[in-house]
């Protein structure tokens, strides 16, 4: 089994900054990319930012140049720093991450229980 627990979330005003993290554990061989998501009340989940094993990472238009995404390989984590935060920022964020599982090396798909992120005006 693969778990991912992310923590970071809270209250912060417009203009502010968050930092969420997000780490792997369990029967892990290696982790393809990782990602965040989030979902606001009454709307579809959507991407905010994902990385791959090498590295490449891609955001939508909406928080492009004012977030940041980053992975620590050895340590199975990956990390969103978000600056100028904005009201429509609210939401949960969720990890994301494509493990290969030991011990029969299966692909599996693992979302974190997600974690509040409220920005006031």
Do not use: H
């Not at 991912?4 to 554990?25: D, I, M, N, P, T």
């Not at 029967?27 to 393809?32: A, E, K, R, T, Y």
């Not at 990385?51 to 004012?66: A, E, F, L």
């Amino acid at each position: 089994q693969v778990q991912l627990v992310e923590s970071g979330g809270g209250l912060v005003q417009a203009g502010g900054s968050l930092r969420l993290s997000c780490a792997a554990s369990g029967s892990i061989f290696s982790i393809n990319a990782m990602g965040w998501y989030r979902q606001a009340p009454g709307k579809q989940r959507e991407l905010v930012a994902t990385i791959t094993s090498g590295g490449s990472t891609n955001y939508p238009d909406s928080v492009k140049g004012r977030f940041t995404i980053s992975r620590d390989a050895a340590k199975n984590t990956v990390a969103l720093q978000m600056n100028s935060l904005k009201p429509e920022d609210t939401a949960v964020y969720y990890c994301n991450a494509g493990v290969i599982s030991g011990p029969r090396y299966l692909y599996v798909e693992v979302w974190g229980q997600g974690t509040l992120v409220t920005v006031s005006s």
